[in-house]
């Protein structure tokens, strides 16, 4: 397992383009943001990674969301990325990461996935989507996991609902659209992460 935990907010950066990742990961550092994720599903990511790991690597822990093949996790750590965060439980898509070094971030619902992932060598679990489950959800997992392993709440989760959560024990969250959507400007997304950063700290 890593000997680094990913940090308490993760920006999760759908749809953002490889011409404005730089500016807008700057923005989202210079707000105190040092978790990045460019979902594969977005406009030629591994470009995108690239970049970004190569401007702010140092900086922030940056890497890829909705990994979901081993291949991709290569593909990933190849464009410098050391954060792996997937939409699901994957034994193998974790197990790649963790023999890489990076930081897995998989993807759970339930106690059976949580548990299935911590085996596969997962410190950080995310639980997806929060929204859907609330925060006593994560209360009562947190129960029968190991001490050590940190949960994340991601989708529905921002700078207005961030209390409940937070008293439910969730070591950090992972925010997309109250942060990032295409057509939003570097000064607009330091705005918005700044808010959240300030919720956070509340």
Not at 64 to 69: E, R, W
Request: net charge negative; charged share 15%; with cysteine.
């Amino acid at each position: 397992m890593p000997d680094f935990a990913p940090p308490p907010i993760v920006a999760i950066l759908r749809g953002v383009k490889p011409d404005e990742i730089v500016d807008i990961a700057a923005a989202l550092v210079a707000a105190g943001i040092r978790g990045i994720e460019v979902p594969l599903n977005s406009p030629d990511p591994l470009e995108s990674i690239g970049k970004l790991c190569a401007a702010f690597g140092d900086q922030a822990l940056c890497g890829a969301g909705t990994v979901l093949t081993p291949q991709a996790v290569d593909d990933v750590a190849k464009a410098g990325g050391r954060l792996i965060v997937t939409p699901n439980t994957d034994p193998e898509v974790i197990g790649r990461a963790v023999e890489l070094g990076l930081t897995a971030m998989p993807g759970f619902a339930t106690p059976s996935e949580a548990l299935a992932a911590v085996k596969a060598g997962a410190g950080a679990l995310k639980l997806f989507p929060a929204g859907t489950f609330g925060p006593g959800h994560v209360k009562a997992i947190k129960d029968v996991l190991p001490r050590d392993v940190l949960v994340y709440a991601v989708g529905g989760v921002g700078a207005a609902n961030l209390e409940p959560w937070r008293a439910a024990g969730v070591a950090g969250v992972g925010v997309g659209g109250e942060l990032f959507r295409p057509g939003y400007t570097a000064k607009e997304v330091g705005q918005r992460a700044a808010a959240l950063v300030a919720a956070w700290n509340a």
